[in-house]
């Protein structure tokens, strides 16, 4: 069993930060792309940025030179620096990781974790 627990969210306003984090933990093998999604009610769940167990990270066009996303081997830990948030950023953040579980044959698949919702509001 493979838990995603999200952490960090809130009510910030426009121009400031938020600092997301997310841990991965269970019966993993291997953990490959770990990454953040947003979904703002009655639309589709939307990319954030992505960062893969080794090679450049990916970021929206919508939060590029404002997220940043990190992620922490040892731990199994992923982050999302948020700054300069602007109130279209509002949306629960989902966090997002790609891995393989110790079952025999397990193929890679996706886990989520629950959300965390961020409100950025004057």
């Known amino acids: 069993q493979v838990q995603l627990v999200e952490s960090g969210g809130g009510l910030v306003q426009p121009g400031g930060s938020l600092r997301l984090s997310c841990a991965a933990s269970?019966?993993?093998?291997?953990?490959?792309?770990m990454g953040w999604y947003r979904q703002c009610p009655g639309k589709k769940r939307e990319l954030v940025a992505t960062?893969?167990?080794?090679?450049?990270?990916n970021y929206a066009d919508s939060v590029k030179g404002r997220f940043t996303i990190s992620r922490d081997n040892a731990k199994n830990t992923v982050y999302l620096q948020m700054n300069s948030l602007k109130p279209e950023d509002t949306a629960v953040y989902y966090c997002?990781?790609?891995?393989?579980?110790?079952?025999?044959?397990?193929?890679?698949?996706?886990?989520w974790g629950q959300g965390t919702q961020v409100t950025v509001s004057s």
């Open positions: 269970g019966s993993i093998f291997m953990l490959n792309s």
């Open positions: 997002n990781a790609v891995l393989r579980t110790t079952r025999p044959m397990d193929r890679f698949s996706n886990y």
């Open positions: 960062v893969p167990s080794g090679g450049s990270t």
